[in-house]
């Protein structure tokens, strides 16, 4: 697609829950990031995947988040034991380079009850 | 952790009128950036400007940098109802070996009233 694709964009699941989403980003781009945003806040940096690897894991909150990209394009953020506080939008991003613009997608929209 | 703070925090201006917005931050950069984000949307880029720029223009926007301050401007000159948005800044900092994320502030969320 022309643009960086986040599914589902609206997902409500039970706190304890395991969730999964989902980033296609755009193609050709090696850099991709993962935000959280919530209501009224700035976007807060969760991982960076350069390629395959993840570059730098800093913003993970914990080790219930864990991101893969097996093959260097699709990345999937995954949520173990969901907690309410967990509720926000998760915003992919991608770049040609390691440095510059972002292209973000549409966000995923996270609700724990 | 948020790098960048943008003040205000919120600003309700006429059509036709110039809104400035500014950008603090706390250490060195590569690069700073401004974003736009309308409502439920996804951010999209505005203007990159590098540490060793002053000024940067792109269309209606002007943006500034000094680095002796820490601090950027945005400036959109003749405003529309469709600038009506939440405009971030975000920061690269500066790391050894080349940075690779982007720092965002809390954002300034703009009103036009027509």
Redesign the interface.
């Known amino acids: 697609g022309a643009g ?1 694709s986040q599914t589902p964009s609206n997902k409500v699941t039970e706190k304890g829950k395991y969730v999964e989403l989902r980033c296609d980003p755009i193609s050709g781009h090696t ?1 991709l ?1 993962w ?1 959280r945003q919530s209501l ?6 969760l991982i ?1 995947f ?1 390629g395959t690897g993840a ?2 894991d800093s ?1 993970l909150p914990n080790d219930r988040f864990f991101a893969v990209r097996p093959e260097g394009s699709v990345s999937t953020l995954k949520i173990q034991r969901t907690e309410r506080g967990d509720s926000a939008v998760y ?1 992919c ?1 991608s770049s040609f380079r ?10 995923s929209r996270l609700t724990v009850l | 952790s948020q790098q960048g703070e943008e003040d205000p925090q919120a600003l309700s201006i006429q059509e036709g009128e110039n809104a400035t917005m500014n950008c603090s931050y706390k250490t060195s950069i590569n690069n700073l950036q401004w974003y736009r984000q309308n409502s439920g949307r996804g951010l999209v880029h505005l203007i990159l400007i590098r540490s060793n720029e002053r000024e940067k223009h792109s269309g209606r926007l002007r943006v500034t940098l000094d680095t002796s301050k820490k601090s950027s401007s945005l400036l959109i000159t003749a405003s529309r109802a469709a600038d009506t948005a939440s405009y971030f800044c975000a920061t690269e900092p500066l790391r050894q070996g080349g940075s690779e994320k982007l720092v965002f502030g809390k954002g300034t969320k703009l009103t036009v009233n027509p």
């Open positions: 960086v850099a990031y935000y009224g806040q700035g976007p807060e940096f960076y350069q570059a730098d913003g915003l991003a390691r440095t510059g613009e972002l292209f973000f997608g549409e966000g």
